[in-house]
């Protein structure tokens, strides 16, 4: 008789759940493409969609945070907790578990009324819970209790969702808009790790390749960032006065360009991937103040700032970042293919186009072509690296301590 547990075993030892990166990434990309192909074609009158109970706009907005941005969340949580804090990582069934959980989501937000409401909540809510459940236990255990500092991403995309079904249940569209904009400042709680760990190990790196400066962290410069942040986050949410929270957004922009300016962006200027980060972080600075301007006059309308982060911010550092972990944790060099360039050029000029829209400098009929835009720029990503998260990984020469590039020239470690 067949042993069910040496089943179940060989079953889940396929490389696509070796490690969280992969499904996530690959799953979360392809249905990142497809949300965006349906609102083209949707828009075009190609296609006849419409999501029952709401607006287009708000389907597509709860799908390209909580579906779309919340499984490159999931992976980047999982695939990062292993390496920094040194936790268990989740692999096989469990991993399994997780993307049957998003899929699950899926379904269930194109269910039509087949489900009833309730149903819908739960199974779309489901993920951000059972990763927090899943990574907590490895938390507690670990020395640097920093680490909890993701949480609070998984945590506001939970809350977010389930704010969100429930105003839809109460036919209450304008909290449902609310309950998104909750879990698009949760992702950007993302950035604040990015930029303090991330973006400068990854620039000191490339910097030391270089015999250039060296870049540590200065611990109350990050305190200073968290905490303006976070009350950028409370303006952005709370009933205050908007000159209030746009003063907020201002101070906030100002210390992550404090950031920046620290990184020496112009010396890494052949470090592509870490390139993409700065690039990406700028926008992350351009949308606070942006969204500070909408404040204090009616010249910028209240959505650009969202489009400068979804789209500038958000895009640009979603295909650093996976590009690099497609690359690194698959055994394979950290110099991205020129197409890869391409992918990154084009994003920029996406975000750049969005945001004339936004301030009317563009009409309306060019939304569109952007959205064909961003949809190059990810299928670019799939194209190159697709195959990458579904093969084993290559193996590593003995003794490699990871590349090194040309004297004088930047190598992403």
């Known amino acids: 008789m067949n042993n069910p547990s040496l089943s179940n075993r060989n079953l889940f030892s396929a490389p696509l759940w070796k490690s969280a990166f ?18 083209v074609g949707v828009n075009l009158g190609i296609i006849d969609f419409s999501p029952r109970g709401y607006t287009l706009s708000l389907w597509h907005g709860h799908e390209m945070i909580f579906g779309f941005s919340g499984a490159v969340v999931t992976g980047f949580v999982l695939t990062a907790l292993p390496g920094w ?58 020395e640097n209790k920093h680490y909890f500092a993701l949480l609070p991403i998984l945590l506001m995309l939970f809350i ?71 009350l950028f986050i409370y303006g952005a949410l709370a009933d205050i006065p908007v000159r209030v929270s746009g003063m907020l957004a201002f101070i906030a922009a100002a210390v992550q360009l404090c950031r920046l300016l620290r990184w020496r962006t112009r010396l890494i200027l052949d470090a592509p991937l870490v390139l993409a980060m700065h690039l990406s972080y700028l926008w992350f600075v351009i949308a606070l103040m942006l969204f500070g301007l909408a ?80 949809l190059l720029s990810f299928l670019i990503y799939l194209m190159l690296h697709g195959h990458m998260l579904l093969l084993p990984s290559l193996p590593r020469p003995r003794g490699a301590k990871g590349p090194k590039g040309p004297k004088g020239q930047a190598a992403e470690i």
């Open 22 to 39: 992969r499904p996530f990434y690959l799953f979360g990309v392809i249905y990142g493409l497809g949300v965006m192909g349906l609102w």
């Open 85 to 142: 804090a040194g936790t268990k990582e989740i692999t096989g069934a469990r991993l399994a578990f997780l993307l049957l959980l998003w899929l699950l989501g899926r379904v269930a937000v194109y269910s039509g009324g087949v489900m009833p409401p309730w149903a819908v909540l739960i199974l779309d809510s489901s993920l951000f819970p059972a990763v927090i459940f899943m990574v907590l236990p490895g938390l507690l255990a670990a």
């Open 160 to 230: 977010g969702n389930v704010i969100f079904h429930l105003a839809l249940i109460d036919g209450d569209l304008v909290r449902a808009a609310w309950a998104i904009r909750v879990g698009l400042l949760g992702i950007m709680v993302k950035f604040i790790i990015a930029g303090g760990f991330l973006a400068t190990v990854f620039t000191g790196n490339a910097l030391r390749q270089k015999n250039g400066p060296e870049l540590g962290q200065i611990a109350l410069l990050e305190y200073i960032s968290a905490l303006t942040l976070t």
């Open 295 to 374: 404040d204090f006059t009616d010249r910028i309308g209240p959505m650009v700032w969202i489009h400068a982060f979804t789209i500038g911010a958000l895009s640009m550092m979603m295909l650093s970042l996976i590009t690099r972990v497609a690359l690194r944790h698959t055994g394979r060099s950290l110099r991205p293919a020129r197409a890869m360039l391409l992918s990154f050029g084009i994003m920029m000029l996406c975000a750049l186009l969005r945001v004339m829209v936004s301030l009317e400098i563009l009409a309306t009929g060019w939304l569109p072509a952007i959205a064909l835009i961003w």
